[in-house]
């Protein structure tokens, strides 16, 4: 308390019940305080998570990527061989739009 003042507790308290009462208060803290802590073993569990995660990323990029490269070059097959019924030699939207109507 400010200036001195005791508290209602302290002033009508015996000094041992004072320092029971600090103490339990001071066990409460440290009981707070162990909760929010992580331990160790919390540590390492989101360790591993996070590092699974990023291992999948990596997966499904590749993935991705070879799935994307298919399908483009499926599409300029398809492509090509519409400029080639064209008669022509670049491939152009109107070739693409036709290819892609022709095929579904």
Same mark, same amino acid.
């Given at each position: 308390?400010?200036?001195?003042?005791?508290?209602?507790?302290?002033?009508?308290?015996?000094?041992?019940? !004072? &320092?029971? #009462?600090?103490?339990?208060?001071?066990? +409460?803290?440290?009981?707070? $305080?162990?909760?929010?802590?992580? /331990?160790? @073993?919390?540590?390492?569990?989101?360790?591993?998570?996070?590092?699974?995660?990023?291992?999948?990323?990596?997966?499904?990029?590749?993935?991705?990527?070879? !799935? &994307?490269? #298919?399908?483009?070059?499926?599409?300029? +097959?398809?492509?090509?061989? $519409?400029?080639?019924?064209?008669? /022509?030699? @670049?491939?152009?939207?109107?070739?693409?739009?036709?290819?892609?109507?022709?095929?579904?």
């Amino acid at each position: 308390m400010p200036f001195g003042r005791k508290s209602p507790l302290e002033a009508l308290a015996l000094p041992g019940v !004072i &320092l029971a #009462y600090k103490y339990s208060q001071f066990r +409460q803290r440290r009981r707070e $305080a162990a909760s929010r802590r992580v /331990t160790e @073993r919390e540590l390492s569990a989101l360790h591993h998570k996070i590092v699974s995660q990023i291992y999948i990323q990596w997966i499904v990029a590749i993935y991705l990527t070879g !799935i &994307l490269e #298919y399908l483009i070059a499926k599409i300029l +097959q398809l492509v090509g061989n $519409a400029s080639k019924d064209l008669k /022509t030699k @670049r491939i152009t939207p109107r070739h693409l739009e036709v290819a892609i109507r022709a095929d579904s």
